[in-house]
């Protein structure tokens, strides 16, 4: 059994974990992390767990669980991962972020973007980029993973195989993103109100968003130099999903089968990434509660433009089923191990 802990295992990701992690079935979550209910019965926290999950919230003591668990997932803010983790730590586990704290290389970039000052730039080079469809190799021999980011999972892989094949021109990117309000975790927010998110929606941190610079540095090096793009995140009144819609200029005259020979090309064999039938674009409703991606594209001949379209689970895909997936990278498990759920409907 693979020993975990989870510090943040109060917030929607965390939750999300637990989850996935009690039909994983070679995975026992032996640390919950709280800072808000330590000594408080998990299940009083979140009632799905009753009668599933009898322990009681911890702290958040990261020295003290890595003597006790084999792997520690972080789904906590921005900045607690790398003011918590040091050599001695790594040493005996391995730690999976689900926070930004090591997703961008640059430091000085991280911290503009973020407005934080980064408290182990030293883990920096080490850490490995999570997403497992491009970076598997590497993943299984980390001990710093950094999960991604759920808006740039969801751009990533959409745009991914077209930017490397150098079919579209990756500076002429323009990411429109939506988001259900499970995107913004559990913490009580007057922007996610009922009567603020409810009949509405808006695009927020246009131009700012943070996960502006870790699309560009990780389609950069698909691109094999640095780009910028325009990337504009929406906030949809509903609990969870991501759709991106993405525009690019094409670079050369291709048809439909040669755009989707690409796409095959590097997903034919993904197990979690779909690429739809010709027309038919993704929607968040089918890949509800599962860890997959769908993704589609349509080439405009008017104006030699092509759009990608995208969709994702945030929770899953975009965050708690994407580290589950990097965990059994780890630990040499099948892959897909406690990730093979069927997405729900309605
Ligand atoms: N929600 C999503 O779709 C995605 C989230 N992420 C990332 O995952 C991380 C968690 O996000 P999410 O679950 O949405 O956030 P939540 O706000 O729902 O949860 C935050 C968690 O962190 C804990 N926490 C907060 N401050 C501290 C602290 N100082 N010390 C210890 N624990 C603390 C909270 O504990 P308590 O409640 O007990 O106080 C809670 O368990 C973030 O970095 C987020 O960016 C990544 C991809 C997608
Ligand atoms: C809807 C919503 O608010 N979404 C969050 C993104 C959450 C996430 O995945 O971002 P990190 O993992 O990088 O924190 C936001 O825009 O900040």
Redesign the pocket.
Known sequence: MIKVGI??????????LVRLLKGHGNAEVKWF??????DKKYAQ?YQNMFEIVEDT?L??NMEELAEQVDVIF?????G??ASMVNEDILSKVKII?????FRIKDVSVYEEWYGLEHKSPQFLPEAVYGLCEINRDKIRQARLVA????YT?CSILTCYPLVKEGIIDANTLIIDAK??T??????AKLDNLFCEVNENIKAYAVATHRHTPEIEEQLGYAAGKEITLNFTPHLVPMN?G?LVTVYASLTKQVSYEEVKAVYDKYYGKEQFIRVLEKDVNPQTRWVEGSNYTDINFKIDPRTNRIVLMGAID??VK???G?AVQNMNLLFGEKESRGLELVPMFP
């Open positions: 510090i943040g295992a109060t917030g929607y990701a965390g939750q999300e992390g709280s800072r808000s209910y330590i926290v919230c702290d958040d972080t789904a906590t803010p921005q607690l991962c972020d689900l926070s930004a704290d999960n991604p980011g759920c999972t988001s259900g499970s995107g913004a975790g559990r913490g969870r991501i945030n929770l975009g965050a708690a994407q």
